[in-house]
């Protein structure tokens, strides 16, 4: 059942970057997203990808610097530089994440915590700006685990939990549909659509009303 999603998920993140023929593509990932990443990967190629890289990321590597008190770790040249790379026009940029040892940071000390992610951010820094800027194609996704669903759903057993979790899951992304893709294509042209004619309103502004609301949110007309 989790392949049927697995792969609508994968094609869903090609479309939310436009993937084309030709693209380098970086996948981050956990250990428990390696499943649903495969899906990605393989249908990356099959639509013609030039090359895909995988972005390993655990937390328990940094929790254990951190608990051996490493304030900073001595990162090879190559690491930086392949961040930058894959900046580079051509690539683009996939994030698949799972929540699955959340508490990890807990008890470590917030002193070494502080100046260790300090040093990381500094590394990634050209990366993040990239990204914020639009100057990358991006999207990130969520794998729901035993350890996340238990925390939205303490009711429920663990097994309930997970079932419940995708549930939503499935419904926000609409996985459910045979072409989800189709769904958000559509939905974005109308949004287009209604974007475009409430710009020509030129409205003043906009108005709340409701049970306990009334507010007025003026426009911007600089914007």
Not at 76 to 87: G, H, K, N, Q, V
Request: net charge negative; charged share 30%; with cysteine.
């Amino acid at each position: 059942m989790k392949k049927m999603y697995y792969d609508k998920i994968a094609d869903l993140m090609l479309f939310s970057i436009d993937f084309k023929e030709g693209d380098k593509l970086i996948v981050t990932l956990n250990h428990d997203c390696r499943e649903a990443v495969k899906n990605l990967v393989y249908k990356a190629y099959e639509e013609g990808a030039a090359f895909v890289a995988l972005r390993y990321m655990d937390d328990f590597v940094n929790a254990a610097a951190i608990r051996a008190g490493k304030n900073s770790v001595d990162y090879p040249d190559y690491y930086e530089a392949f961040l930058r790379e894959t900046c580079e026009p051509g690539w683009k940029s996939v994030n698949y994440s799972s929540f699955t040892e959340g508490d990890v940071y807990g008890k470590l000390d917030k002193e070494i915590s502080t100046r260790f992610f300090k040093q990381y951010q500094d590394i990634i820094k050209y990366r993040r700006e990239k990204i914020l800027s639009g100057a990358i194609a991006w999207t990130l996704t969520f794998i729901p685990t035993a350890y996340s669903a238990v925390k939205v759903f303490p009711d429920l057993s663990e097994d309930e939990a997970v079932a419940a979790y995708w549930k939503e899951v499935i419904r926000i992304m609409r996985l459910d549909l045979d072409d989800p893709v189709l769904f958000w294509k559509e939905k974005f042209r109308k949004d287009a659509e209604r974007s475009k004619y409430l710009t020509g309103l030129a409205p003043e502004y906009i108005e709340f009303k409701g049970p306990g609301t009334d507010l007025k949110v003026g426009i911007n007309p600089h914007v």
